[in-house]
């Protein structure tokens, strides 16, 4: 089989391209999570105390939820996991300091890879995430893992090398660009990235295992003889990958069965009844509810004290006397757009 090279793409692009694969080559190492680290949190059972499997698993699907709540990109996500996942792997870190943790390795993403006015503000992540900690302790545990990570924050992901091989097999083939759906791997990615086991994977490796299993459903053997020669290219073994192939392909069939809960994109809304916000915390968002304009085009007053309810907004704090019967509230809640994100 012919080696990949520049004289293989498509002219300047192709040379820029590879150029690109070299870099994240070189780079991926850098920026995975100590195994050692990754082997001791897998190793350690089910408990209150320590930090087990389970609850960084769980800890990443409401990144996952914080993600798709503010509308942050598929890139922001999978840096916040690697953020996080690195910073456990160094740190021995207790159960109670986990939320903080997250909602810490979430900002630090959004603000590397976010737009300004697409960045969350600390104080709606906070509210929104129920992370149980103030500004000023996001502000220290930010500090102290940007310490640690040595300020290397913005990292070489499996997403980079998913983006870039996708793009040089694009360069190559000759069938339709769209066979190859970019949205459908990225989805697949965030499924692994929501188990543990997966941040022990080269992210090189990943990538092309997702691809390689896409391609092999797609049936082209256009598509697959570019992607050996990628992966050829990228100096993968067979035993490697081959292993992380299989790990993939359950962790999708799982992904992919009626009992898992899938990403939801659809806006985020959820009505309480008044027994169930009497027992809401006051950090919840409230949004209030508008009187219809009616048809005509005229606005009855006499109607409008019947039609308008009334209700907490914004910053201010909710009473604390329960909601009168002509009371209605509608609350933004984490574990309800988590719910909704991910139904059942």
């Known amino acids: 089989m012919k080696d990949l090279g520049a004289e293989h793409l498509a002219g300047r692009e192709g040379v820029q391209l590879l150029g690109l694969l070299n870099l994240y080559l070189e780079q991926e190492e850098r920026f995975q999570p100590r195994e050692k680290g990754l082997s001791l949190i897998e190793a350690t059972p089910e408990n209150d105390n320590t930090l087990c499997p389970g609850l960084r698993n769980a800890k990443v699907e409401d990144l996952r939820s914080l993600a798709n709540f503010f509308g942050s990109c598929t890139e922001t996500f999978v840096l916040a ?140 053997v256009e598509l697959l003889e570019i992607l050996l020669l990628v992966k050829k290219h990228s100096k993968v073994n067979d035993t490697e990958f081959f292993y992380w192939r299989e790990l993939v392909s359950k962790c999708l069939a799982e992904y992919s069965s009626p009992e898992c809960c899938k990403p939801d994109l659809k806006k985020l809304v959820w009505i309480v009844s008044r027994r169930t916000a009497q027992n809401l915390h006051n950090s919840y968002y409230s949004v209030p509810e508008l009187p219809t304009i009616p048809e005509g085009g005229c606005f009855d007053e006499s109607e409008s004290e019947d039609s308008c309810e009334d209700m907490s907004c914004g910053e201010e704090s909710f009473s604390s006397s329960p909601p009168s019967d002509q009371e209605c509230t509608f609350f933004f809640n984490f574990k309800v757009a988590q719910t909704l994100c991910f139904p059942s």
């Open 81 to 220: 996991v690697n953020i996080l996942d690195r910073f456990l792997a160094l740190m021995k870190v207790k159960p109670k300091h986990l939320s903080c943790i997250g909602v810490c390795s979430f900002l630090l993403a959004a603000g590397i890879v976010e737009e300004d006015c697409n960045i969350p503000s600390t104080h709606d992540v906070i509210r929104i995430s129920q992370c149980k900690c103030t500004a000023s302790d996001i502000k220290r545990m930010e500090k102290i893992i940007s310490e640690k990570l040595h300020y290397e924050l913005e990292a070489t992901t499996a997403l980079n090398f998913l983006h870039l091989y996708h793009t040089i097999i694009l360069c190559h083939t000759s069938e339709r660009k769209e066979i190859l759906s970019l949205d459908k791997l990225e989805a697949q990615l965030k499924a692994c990235n929501c188990r543990l086991v997966f941040s022990k994977a080269k992210p090189s490796v990943l990538a092309l295992c997702l691809l390689n299993l896409e391609v092999e459903t797609l049936k082209s």
